[in-house]
């Protein structure tokens, strides 16, 4: 039986030892310190009842009078290193409001928290997980459960959902489109990764086409994956009318850039009842109808008019910051097409040139005409009629940057590409992995007006030391203060600490 031994030390000090008694032999079993102070013996008698509670593995049938849980002497403690529990903590109550924890197991949770915190391969994302939260997953169940999560697509897309309808009052009534490709760190094509027309400017890798469709806050409520060499022109449809008929959607308006243009799409959207704002080209107009938006417009900042063409209205206004910028744009490619033409050798090519009948480069005056006359002005089709105002369709497609800013959180933040998976099946749970990452992202964002990356590091100040006890071998944690900012981006979550 063990007991809590005072005695003197030659310094005078009171040092106090558990130990035990054999065959009337006295054996100390542990020296747990020296204090010269009252207070200081009764912490040590406290540590000492500890080292017996837990050596023992009894507990006193006494209450005890003082909690003995993480007291520890300095001297007695090895420093472990630390961990953010709290960011996790953090993040995972995030993703179960999002009602992923209802339907996704732990580890498909982590990945995606994973995702937000430090982006990278899965390999390396099951050492971070061990290494940051002291969390620990097989590597062979991320590729044991791919089948599994494959059919969760739609389940997280509903979750995105609810929460935009819930946090951002989305009612379907307006959306916006864009697509984005994604690269492989491999030159091998198949039947998915192809190469095609890159955004990322790796023409010769295969690829894949992420179509991605974002509430007017830019919150990602759905996305499609196409083959690396789709038409991007050729998956609005695909897209739009599987969101309408899943969600049983009646009016819907759909916001896109030029890209999307083209007379099958804007006939495909009719027939689906569907509305529509879409970028035009200005420069495929015919001359004719160039002259009678130039005329009607008369380069007034603010003006706007309305044609009507075979793609639906033709809603143009002209700006005179957009003006002047697409004045300095131009005049920088004459000026180099200019001096093109002084030293073929010393300037490339550029928009306004073309070849002259002596095969010699000269100034394209009908193509700086044709410009000239479009400075400043920007026009959008649509099948709107006119109660709803020209601005307002003109505010409407200006808000399509969100989408832009959405790939670019997804891209730079969450590092959805490259894309180190081979496998169709790994290549959809990847993307599937960075949607709901880009979910809970973008609601980080939207919620607090803070981005990701501030986020995440503000989470990551408050830290949890670990200590071990070399007497008990009890691990003591200590947590750092949570900072005002903290606090503050806290109370906007709605998440009190």
């Known amino acids: 039986m063990y007991h809590i ?3 003197k030390t030659a310094s005078g000090a009171v040092a106090i030892q558990v130990v035990h008694y054999a065959d009337r032999v006295l054996i100390v079993d542990a020296h747990v310190g020296s204090a010269h102070t009252d207070e200081g013996v009764k912490t040590l008698k406290t540590i000492a ?7 023992a593995k009894q507990s006193s049938i006494f209450p005890a009078s003082t909690d003995r849980r993480g007291l520890a002497l300095v001297s007695q403690c090895a420093y ?4 953010y529990a709290f960011l996790y903590e953090i993040l995972h109550k995030l993703v179960a409001r999002f009602g992923f924890s209802a339907y996704c197991s732990t580890l498909l949770q982590d990945l995606v928290i994973m995702r937000m915190v430090e982006p990278t391969s899965k390999r390396r994302s099951f050492e971070l997980l061990e290494e940051y939260f002291g969390i620990h997953h097989r590597r062979q169940a991320f590729y044991e459960s791919v089948p599994w999560w494959i059919a969760l697509k739609d389940r997280a897309e509903r979750s995105a959902l609810a929460v935009a309808a819930a946090e951002f009052k989305f009612d379907f009534s307006l959306v916006f489109y864009d697509v984005t490709t994604l690269y492989f760190e491999s030159f091998e094509p198949d039947d998915l990764r192809k190469p095609g027309f890159s955004k990322d400017n790796k023409f010769n890798q295969p690829q894949i086409v992420i179509g991605l469709v974002v509430s007017n806050e830019g919150f990602p409520v759905a996305y499609e994956i196409f083959p690396g060499n789709k038409f991007e022109g050729h998956t609005l449809i695909p897209v739009i009318e599987s969101f309408k008929r899943q969600h049983a959607i009646t009016t819907l308006t759909v916001v896109a850039d030029a890209a999307m243009i083209s007379l099958d799409n804007i006939e495909a959207l ?7 704002i879409v970028g035009a080209r200005m420069g495929n107009l015919p001359q004719k109808l160039m002259h009678e938006i130039a005329d009607g417009l008369q380069q007034r900042d603010g003006a706007t008019l309305r044609v009507g063409t075979a793609h639906g209205m033709l809603v143009c206004d002209f700006s005179l910051h957009r003006y002047r910028k ?5 005049d920088k490619q004459i000026k180099k ?4 033409i002084r030293d073929p050798a010393a300037l490339k090519r ?3 040139l073309k070849l002259g009948g002596n095969a010699a480069y000269q100034l394209n005056t009908e193509l700086i005409e044709k410009h000239t006359r479009l400075l400043g002005i920007k026009g959008y089709y649509t099948n709107l009629g ?5 601005r307002v369709i003109i505010n409407q497609y200006h808000n399509l940057w969100r989408v832009e800013q959405a790939f670019r959180v997804a891209k730079n933040d969450l590092q959805m590409r490259p894309i180190f998976h081979f496998k169709q099946e790994t290549i959809k749970v990847h993307v599937l992995i960075c949607f709901m990452a880009l979910a809970v992202s973008k609601y980080l964002e939207i919620k607090t007006a803070t981005s990701l990356q501030q986020i995440i590091a503000s989470f990551k100040r408050v830290t949890d030391a670990r200590l071990l006890n070399t007497l008990t071998k009890e691990e003591i944690v200590m947590r750092t203060k949570i900072p005002e900012r903290v606090r503050t981006i806290l109370k906007k979550l709605e998440l009190p600490y």
Do not use: N, P
Not at 80 to 83: A, D, E, K
Not at 270 to 276: A, D, M, P, S, T
Not at 326 to 330: E, I, P, Q, S, V
Not at 386 to 390: E, K, Q, R, T
């Open 337 to 340: 097409a200019e001096g093109f």
């Open 80 to 83: 472990l290193g630390i961990r």
């Open 350 to 352: 550029t928009k306004f």
């Open 5 to 7: 031994r005072k005695t």
């Open 386 to 390: 006119s109660d709803v105002s020209d």
């Open 270 to 276: 009719k027939q689906h009842g569907l509305h529509y």
């Open 326 to 330: 697409d004045k300095r744009d131009m």
């Open 49 to 55: 009842a500890a080292w017996i509670e837990k050596a």
